[in-house]
């Protein structure tokens, strides 16, 4: 089945390390999205990619890091340098171009604990 | 400034009530598309509707239907004869082509419906 595809589901982290959140998606999309999401705040941007081996930074980019060697690939970083990494962590893609846009097709998130 | 607004936190009903949430956007593109997506216990955000700026028809789908009015900014959802299982957050977004497909999220909704 074509989708989107996070792991792990539940991810603990000590405080001080870095911890990867894989996203993989086989719908043939160009562009690739992490948002995290807090109680009552929605859904922020962290960062964006469009296409392969370039991406955008969002509105709360600090303490991340992504890459994009692949298309169906986006995984994200969460640095030390993340002062509250404690969230819910959303991979979303989409089909869309320079002149319209589809909807965004979801994962179905990680949640990342720092202990 | 917020691009799009949801300025319900939090709704109750009771089953088999309507209920509307209420989204306003904010964009200068002429060229955009706006959606809903309701986001279950589970986490995973599910997609209900995409609209795009030059087609103003209101939808209806089952129990629900989409008021978009360009006059007012708004695209308004509505829940006919609620059931306990429409019991989750609803959020609304914005698309635009001119700023790389970026996608806006209001802070949602969370719909309870009792029994």
């Known amino acids: 089945d074509g989708g989107i595809t996070q792991s792990p589901k539940y991810l603990f982290r000590k405080e001080g390390q870095n911890v990867t959140l894989s996203c993989e998606q086989n719908l043939n999309h160009d562009a690739m999205y992490w948002y995290r999401q807090d109680p009552g705040q929605g859904l922020r941007l962290i960062y964006y990619s469009q296409i392969v081996n370039d991406f955008q930074k969002g509105d709360i980019a600090e303490g991340y890091s992504v890459s994009r060697e692949k298309k169906e690939s986006f995984p994200l970083t969460v640095t030390s340098a993340q002062k509250n990494p404690t969230a819910f962590y959303l991979c979303a893609s989409s089909d869309g171009t320079a002149t319209m846009n589809t909807e965004a097709f979801f994962g179905q998130g990680t949640r990342l604990t720092v202990v | 400034a917020q691009k799009v607004t949801q300025a319900q936190t939090e709704i109750s009903v009771v089953e088999k009530e309507d209920v509307t949430l209420d989204c306003v956007y904010e964009t200068r593109d002429t060229t955009y598309y706006l959606f809903w997506y309701k986001q279950p216990p589970s986490g995973e955000l599910v997609f209900l509707i995409r609209r795009n700026s030059f087609d103003e028809q209101n939808e209806i789908s089952g129990r629900y239907s989409w008021n978009f009015q360009k006059s007012t900014s708004s695209f308004n959802f509505t829940i006919t004869a609620s059931q306990v299982v429409d019991s989750a957050v609803y959020f609304c977004?914005?698309?635009?082509?001119?700023?790389?497909?970026?996608?806006?999220f209001g802070t949602g909704t969370s719909l309870t419906v009792i029994p």
């Open positions: 977004a914005l698309s635009e082509v001119g700023t790389g497909n970026q996608f806006y």
